[in-house]
């Protein structure tokens, strides 16, 4: 029974690269290699927020959570309309000082969630075109790595109010 298993995942794995193999151009190469593919059934995005920018600022930084369902992938990017670049960034503190670097891939273990943010690995929309308020839903876009094609999958963060802001001084007078 097992092998007639194997057989038939082989007969498939054939058959979709015979077809794949139309979609070559003139050279022999495949002309859709680097084209990322829209999908949202492989990857997961839940939960995506942020806190609305302080004034004068103009980045955000997003929580989510991501889980990469059917195999071993890597997070690439991130962009948004409302914003000029999109980065990856770990923070963490070096004698007393913050030090900042900036990631060019997280690996993904499938089936796992991972979370995204201020304690992990934070996803930071940069050089905003426009004002962030709480309330607002802001689509962004995370290029992923997944069986060695660039996927892209499309997500909205909700942005929340920082917390204490709106709040009276302590000892004013309401």
Not at 32 to 48: F, G, W, Y
Not at 96 to 111: D, F, K, N, W, Y
Request: with cysteine.
């Amino acid at each position: 029974m097992r092998s007639r298993y194997v057989l038939l995942m082989l007969l498939a794995l054939f058959a979709t690269g015979a077809w794949a193999a139309d979609a070559k151009d003139a050279k022999g190469a495949d002309a859709n290699a680097n084209a990322p593919v829209k999908d949202t059934k492989d990857v997961m995005i839940q939960n995506a927020w942020g806190y609305e920018p302080q004034p004068g600022q103009d980045k955000i930084a997003l929580e989510m959570e991501v889980t990469c369902l059917p195999t071993f992938c890597k997070l690439t990017g991130i962009e948004s309309k409302l914003a000029a670049s999109g980065t990856m960034q770990r923070y963490w503190a070096k004698h007393g000082r913050l030090v900042v670097e900036t990631i060019s891939a997280v690996p993904l273990r499938h089936g796992h969630t991972m979370k995204l943010g201020v304690r992990t690995i934070s996803l930071v929309l940069q050089g905003l075109r426009r004002p962030v308020t709480a309330g607002q839903r802001i689509p962004f876009t995370l290029t992923l790595i997944l069986s060695g094609k660039n996927i892209e999958v499309d997500g909205k963060a909700l942005i929340k109010a920082r917390p204490g802001v709106g709040l009276p001084a302590s000892g004013a007078q309401a």
